[in-house]
């Protein structure tokens, strides 16, 4: 069974910068598509970033630049890094994997990923 477990959202000022962690366990595939999603209140779950061990990296247009995402393959921690942080990114972040390839124009739909975490919020003042 796959577990996902997030960490590291908090409280910070606009411009101020937090780095996300998703902790894996009992993936059998070691390079399956993982990704970063956020949901704000009233306001449907969206994609953020995207990426896999082997495979190509993709951010949302309302974070390029100033997010990151990594793997530590070793340790199976999925990051991401936010800098520049606005309050429009205050939401609850949640980690996620796809169980299948996915075909491009598709890695950032919720609807592709059937692994959740419970989510770690980020809140974002002005």
């Known amino acids: 069974q796959v577990r996902l477990e997030e960490s590291g959202g908090g409280s910070v000022q606009a411009g101020g910068s937090l780095t996300l962690t998703c902790a894996t366990s009992?993936?059998?595939?070691?390079?399956?598509?993982m990704g970063w999603f956020r949901q704000a209140p009233g306001k449907e779950r969206e994609g953020v970033a995207t990426?896999?061990?082997?495979?190509?990296?993709y951010y949302a247009d309302s974070v390029q630049g100033r997010f990151t995402i990594s793997i530590d393959n070793a340790e199976r921690i999925l990051f991401l890094h936010m800098n520049s942080l606005k309050p429009d990114d205050t939401a609850m972040y949640y980690c996620?994997?796809?169980?299948?390839?996915?075909?491009?124009?598709?890695?950032?739909?919720?609807?592709?990923?059937?692994?959740w975490g419970q989510g770690t919020q980020v809140t974002v003042s002005s």
């Open positions: 996620a994997a796809s169980g299948r390839p996915l075909p491009i124009g598709t890695w950032l739909e919720s609807e592709n990923y059937n692994s």
């Open positions: 009992g993936m059998r595939d070691s390079d399956v598509r």
């Open positions: 990426t896999k061990r082997l495979g190509t990296t």
